[in-house]
């Protein structure tokens, strides 16, 4: 039922229960000319025999809705699909309103003198039918384009959220004092033997800010930008713990148009940085590569011994902004020996 209840939108239950009756009753009187005071008069057998053709119409007409929701479910489809459902809609609402009044016919096509399947009466119930199905139509898609449209601007704001909040969480972890001291470290200790190192060095740390403010409008990059600076960080990181890290990205040329958001690779290697152990006994290995329409981001596993467990905020986020643009979740794969996230590569 909840299912159901997405492909039409929003919970049609009480809509059906409140607007079948009354067109049951309305029917009778604006299509085929009954009459409380007059003949044809309208009496409970009009009323319980456009209910009785009302009711299979309508289910009817809305298994062919969610049929077509679920054949077409892409916004770009909405013209095919709409086109396509209409016109089903209609054909199963002529055929079945002639079927089940051609069964019906002593109740429903019955003239006032006893003649059976009188012209104008057919024509005049088909009118009936067709309008209802119209005004199905309207009433469905109307409600159905508004929960979508506020459906629309709450994935906005939610990712305008997590776009911030990626984008702060990487800026905070690059000012907050002990990046900058163990840069600034790393930056007096190779000063006097290897300048030229020292000024590469400056310029991929500046290359890092530069691009963290360079994204905060971007809802996705492309895969090329990413890696980009996510080398930058790495020869940062490199610079500071020697051969004790190795990091090897390893992505073929083919993949770097596809898109990828802002900051995820970064975040994704600060963690393998933040709960892993980084020492000459135990060197820390981070590769990133491409595999089966995934970039995936493995280190081996060498867990710090922490007091504080991790959030998993940083996953979390990556999670929340990936939902906006791709049907594949983000995975993480823990074994005894490594961790390795894998995130869908957007196509551009």
Same mark, same amino acid.
Request: aromatic share 10%.
């Given at each position: 039922?909840?299912?159901?209840?997405?492909?039409?939108?929003?919970?049609?239950?009480?809509?059906? &229960? #409140? $607007? *079948?009756?009354?067109?049951?009753? @309305?029917?009778? !009187?604006?299509?085929?000319?009954?009459?409380? +005071?007059?003949?044809?008069?309208?009496?409970?057998?009009?009323?319980?025999?456009?209910?009785?053709?009302?009711?299979?119409?309508?289910?009817?007409?809305?298994?062919?809705?969610?049929?077509?929701?679920?054949?077409?479910?892409?916004?770009?489809?909405?013209?095919?699909?709409?086109?396509?459902?209409?016109?089903?809609?209609? &054909? #199963? $609402? *002529?055929?079945?309103?002639?079927? @089940?009044?051609? !069964?019906?016919?002593?109740?429903?096509?019955? +003239?006032?003198?006893?003649?059976?399947?009188?012209?104008?009466?057919?024509?005049?119930?088909?009118?009936?039918?067709?309008?209802?199905?119209?005004?199905?139509?309207?009433?469905?898609?109307?409600?159905?384009?508004?929960?979508?449209?506020?459906?629309?601007?709450?994935?906005?704001?939610?990712?305008?959220?997590?776009?911030?909040?990626?984008?702060?969480?990487?800026?905070?972890?690059?000012?907050?004092?002990?990046?900058?001291?163990?840069?600034?470290?790393?930056?007096?200790?190779?000063?006097?033997?290897?300048?030229?190192?020292?000024?590469?060095?400056?310029?991929?740390?500046?290359?890092?800010?530069?691009?963290?403010?360079?994204?905060?409008?971007?809802?996705?990059?492309?895969?090329?930008?990413?890696?980009?600076?996510?080398?930058?960080?790495?020869?940062?990181?490199?610079?500071?713990?020697?051969?004790?890290?190795?990091?090897?990205?390893?992505?073929?040329?083919?993949?770097?148009?596809?898109?990828?958001?802002?900051?995820?690779?970064?975040?994704?290697?600060?963690?393998?940085?933040?709960?892993?152990?980084?020492?000459?006994?135990?060197?820390?290995?981070?590769?990133?590569?491409?595999?089966?329409?995934?970039?995936?981001?493995?280190?081996?596993?060498?867990?710090?011994?922490?007091?504080?467990?991790?959030?998993?905020?940083?996953?979390?986020?990556?999670?929340?902004?990936?939902?906006?643009?791709?049907?594949?979740?983000?995975?993480?794969?823990?074994?005894?020996?490594?961790?390795?996230?894998?995130?869908?590569?957007?196509?551009?």
């Amino acid at each position: 039922m909840r299912q159901t209840n997405c492909k039409i939108g929003f919970n049609d239950g009480p809509l059906i &229960l #409140f $607007t *079948i009756p009354v067109l049951s009753f @309305i029917v009778p !009187i604006v299509f085929l000319g009954c009459r409380f +005071d007059s003949q044809p008069y309208f009496g409970w057998d009009k009323f319980l025999t456009c209910l009785a053709i009302t009711i299979p119409l309508w289910a009817g007409d809305r298994f062919i809705m969610i049929w077509s929701r679920t054949k077409y479910p892409l916004f770009k489809d909405v013209r095919k699909r709409l086109t396509h459902q209409s016109v089903s809609m209609l &054909l #199963f $609402t *002529i055929i079945g309103n002639n079927l @089940i009044g051609w !069964i019906m016919d002593d109740f429903v096509f019955t +003239d006032n003198y006893g003649g059976h399947f009188k012209t104008d009466t057919l024509i005049k119930s088909n009118s009936a039918a067709i309008f209802c199905t119209i005004m199905i139509i309207a009433i469905y898609e109307s409600i159905y384009f508004m929960n979508e449209l506020k459906k629309s601007v709450e994935e906005k704001e939610t990712l305008k959220r997590e776009s911030l909040k990626a984008q702060l969480d990487a800026l905070k972890t690059q000012v907050n004092p002990h990046f900058l001291f163990n840069n600034l470290n790393t930056l007096t200790a190779i000063i006097p033997d290897t300048p030229d190192q020292a000024i590469e060095f400056v310029q991929q740390m500046s290359k890092v800010y530069r691009h963290i403010l360079e994204v905060q409008d971007e809802k996705t990059i492309p895969l090329k930008d990413e890696l980009d600076v996510l080398r930058a960080y790495g020869f940062l990181l490199k610079t500071r713990f020697g051969d004790n890290l190795d990091i090897e990205i390893d992505v073929p040329e083919e993949k770097m148009q596809q898109r990828i958001v802002p900051l995820s690779l970064q975040l994704l290697m600060e963690n393998a940085i933040k709960h892993n152990i980084v020492s000459s006994a135990k060197p820390l290995k981070i590769k990133v590569f491409a595999e089966n329409g995934q970039l995936l981001v493995s280190n081996n596993l060498q867990i710090k011994n922490q007091q504080i467990e991790s959030t998993g905020i940083g996953l979390d986020n990556i999670r929340n902004r990936y939902k906006l643009f791709s049907n594949d979740e983000v995975k993480v794969t823990e074994s005894g020996e490594s961790f390795t996230v894998s995130i869908p590569l957007i196509p551009s």
